[in-house]
């Protein structure tokens, strides 16, 4: 078909589905009820055209694998919702995020879909938030939603509401959430339908197919110029499952045939026994690498679905990538995360000037449950964050989420709600590898308790630390301390945990990772060095046998001095390694 839309006109279309899209944000978070979806914003909409294809998002589209099971019965005012991984192919990836969608009708006509998934503070299951380290089964880890319709043609399905809630033992947050969703995707339909009465629905529609044409335009390019025709490797591992097995391979490889960029996860270790698999969506799969492309070599294209057939992906089945029913997978941000480092490792080795380091390398989260002073059951769930790795344009960030969009839980609103006081929140000295750009602190975060309960706990990155590139070192791991009220020193703890009982007083230190440096540290400033040793983040200690940089008495540089050590550190030395992993299992242990 020929493509008649203007560009004046099509760049009005774009932006008004881009406003629309971060609209849906803002009315989201602010029905919300719960700190995970309204403080730290883990929910990731989606409009969509009328074959379920992403037109602007976060996240790849799984409506197809809906659409199939529904056929014709779609019908305007239907809102579906499900939670289970393994029923709609892995368009989402746990039994705490629930999914909405709702099909978009203009004048009766179907022109798309608007969609969003969102965590839940607590779906069930056998622990408080659903997250169980030790699970081995999905079945362990709350209720599973297959795709239903709550909403039939604008008539609330009460029964299925009162299932989901029913089982949850935070409801009424789940609810508001729920709802909040609901009303976010209803935004989108709104100005979808002001788009098309403002353009003409045909050219609305005309307009989201040049718009992904031109994406996948523009993404032939890249894998044309970065993606060599020669296989690339990558290997990084995942530290355990909670079970104590570990740690596990993700093995990548990546080549180009002809325009199509090949992704073969071959020789990534097998399912886990504990619930750290990952079951992917190939599409999900497509838009991870479409997007690191996108925002590594261009991030002027825009992010949608126009570039899938120009990725083949290769998932071998009952891998940590590709589990078998019912493997668990509540746990399966360390394997998800890992999966960008991986790739970051992989397509940096063709293009070093524009890759980045590996980061923290998981999503870190703490729990604590119990009942207050007045019998009322409490739920404190906070995602932390950690270092985000050194790049080519700069040092990375201390403490910072890897989700572009997300943001720490305040102090204020944990300690207004919760019986927890926040002691301190600061970022770790020395856990940023060093680097001409170095690497994202990881934070120390330490909460003191107030009320007896229980507390959830899980971290990756505590054996294998985030590897440094280009020259760069590898950064700080995570740890994590409990130190009981009375007590002259804490206690080490396991980073993957559930119900660990705690008495008011007691003290939790949840250290998370840090994040690989950039580049040679021995290029690095002597007055950016010098700069974060006076705002504590690396110690005069590492600042000389990291950066050759000696700082004495009131901070002074020692100029004299860093000018020989660094010579000599360059002539012992030589070239710097194109990667420091710091710690490979199996290799390192066998060199001690």
Not at 65 to 79: C, H, L, T
Not at 124 to 130: E, H, I, T
Not at 296 to 315: S, V
Request: glycine share 10%; with cysteine.
């Amino acid at each position: 078909m020929t493509k008649t839309v203007d560009p004046i006109t099509l760049d009005l279309i774009e932006n008004a589905l881009l406003n629309a899209r971060f609209e849906m944000d803002s009315v989201v978070v602010r029905i919300a009820l719960s700190p995970v979806i309204r403080e730290q914003h883990d929910e990731f909409p989606m409009i969509c055209n009328a074959q379920g294809q992403m037109i602007v998002g976060q996240f790849g589209s799984y409506i197809p694998a809906i659409v199939d099971q529904y056929g014709d019965d779609i019908n305007e005012g239907d809102v579906f919702v499900w939670n289970d991984p393994y029923a709609c192919k892995g368009s989402i990836s746990h039994n705490n995020d629930w999914c909405v969608m709702l099909p978009i009708f203009h004048e009766d006509v179907h022109v798309g879909f608007s969609s969003i998934f969102g965590h839940m503070v607590d779906v069930g299951g056998k622990v408080p938030g659903s997250m169980p380290s030790d699970a081995r089964t999905i079945w362990e880890e709350g209720l599973r939603v297959p795709p239903v319709k709550i909403y039939e043609k604008g008539k609330l399905n009460q029964g299925v509401l009162d299932i989901m809630l029913n089982n949850s033992r935070t409801p009424d947050m789940n609810r508001a959430d729920l709802m909040a969703l609901v009303a976010g995707c209803r935004t989108a339909v709104r100005r979808v339908n002001e788009i098309c009465d403002r353009f003409g629905r045909d050219v609305y529609v005309e307009a989201c197919d040049m718009l992904m044409d031109r994406t996948r335009e523009a993404m032939r390019i890249l894998i044309n110029k970065y993606i060599s025709s020669e296989p690339v490797t990558f290997t990084d591992y995942v530290d355990d499952d909670g079970l104590g097995n570990g740690p596990f391979k993700m093995h990548l490889s990546i080549y180009r045939r002809g325009d199509v960029a090949v992704i073969d996860w071959t020789g990534t270790d097998p399912q886990a026994e504990g619930p750290i698999n990952f079951h992917i969506h190939e599409g999900l799969c497509k838009l991870f690498f479409g997007v690191y492309m996108i925002m590594a070599f261009d991030p002027k294209i825009m992010f949608n679905e126009g570039f899938y057939d120009l990725f083949e992906i290769i998932l071998p089945e009952g891998s940590l990538l590709n589990p078998k029913f019912p493997a668990a997978l509540s746990n399966r941000l360390n394997t998800h995360t890992r999966f960008f480092d991986c790739q970051a490792g992989a397509l940096g080795q063709k293009a070093p000037h524009l890759s980045m380091a590996a980061g923290y390398g998981t999503s870190p989260h703490f729990i604590f449950t119990g009942h207050d002073k007045n019998g009322k059951y409490f739920q404190l769930m906070e995602l932390l964050f950690g270092g985000v790795p050194g790049r080519p344009l700069g040092d990375g960030f201390d403490g910072h989420a890897w989700w572009p969009l997300f943001s720490a839980t305040p102090v204020e609103y944990i300690e207004n709600y919760y019986p927890v006081l926040v002691e301190s929140y600061r970022p770790v000295k020395d856990a940023g590898g060093a680097g001409l750009h170095r690497g994202g602190a990881g934070i120390e975060k330490i909460y003191r308790l107030l009320e007896p309960g229980t507390i959830s706990i899980h971290d990756d990155r505590e054996t294998v630390p985030p590897w440094g590139i280009n020259g760069g070192l590898h950064g700080g791991t995570s740890s994590k301390w409990l130190h009981r009220a009375g007590a002259d020193k804490p206690e080490r703890i396991k980073s993957k945990l559930d119900n660990l009982a705690v008495e008011p007083g007691d003290r939790v230190i949840f250290i998370t990772a840090g994040s690989g440096g950039w580049g040679d540290p021995l290029d690095r400033p002597i007055a950016a060095v010098r700069k974060d040793v006076c705002i504590d983040l690396v110690s005069h200690e590492r600042a000389k046998s990291d950066y050759g940089v000696v700082i004495g008495r009131d901070n002074v540089v020692d100029e004299a001095a860093t000018e020989a050590l660094r010579a000599e550190m360059r002539k012992t030395r030589g070239e710097p390694e194109p990667f420091d992993f710091g710690f490979i299992p199996g290799v390192h242990e066998a060199a001690e």
